[in-house]
């Protein structure tokens, strides 16, 4: 596609109920990354994808958290029983091959997430 | 462990003033460095980067040069304009323990440009 897109733009919840997070790359791109903009924390990495491997997961904050990437392409994160301390924009970005430094990440609008 | 420091917020100039946005980073390696720029409502764009000491990336009227001995990237453009306006993020990656090339962002610099 054109660019990185997410799904939904805007999400709002209840405490304790899980949500879906959608991101589609940009076709081609074989890196995924996740990203959470919050108030207080400002931008952070969550996860990693290589094709459908997530070989770093180590900024995802709790169990809570999942994500999946399948078919070398779109990915999901997965927030379960939600707190509101998740509410923030979670930002998806694609990268060609994610194995160089100079490679440019390019983001997608992000999901806002408000957990009530 | 990595960080970059950026100037606090909220900058306001006005049109046709010089810019400058302050960013300094720490990092065990030697990382590549970006500027992000976040229009209001828009998704987050890569304004510019470079990947080794001295190097000048520029855009859109746009610079900053990778200075390794003051561990800095400093943002600049010589005349704003009220189009400008945008948060501005400066960023570094490097490669993580876990082999990934994750970006550490700071915290961005809200620029507001009035005519």
Redesign the interface.
Known sequence: GAGVSQSPSNKVTEKGKDVELRCDPISGHTALYWYRQSLGQGLEFLIYFQGNSAPDKSGLPSDRFSAERTGGSVSTLTIQRTQQEDSAVYLCASSLSGGFPTDTQYFGPGTRLTVL | GDSVTQMEGPVTLSEEAFLTINCTYTATGY??LFW?VQYPG?????LL?A?KADDKGSNKGFEATYRKETTSFHLEKGSVQVSDSAVY?C?L????????????????TKLSVIP
């Open positions: 990382p590549s992000y828009e998704g987050l764009q890569l980067k990947t993020f960023a990656i490097l490669r993580s323990g876990a082999g990934s090339y994750q970006l550490t962002f700071g915290k961005g």
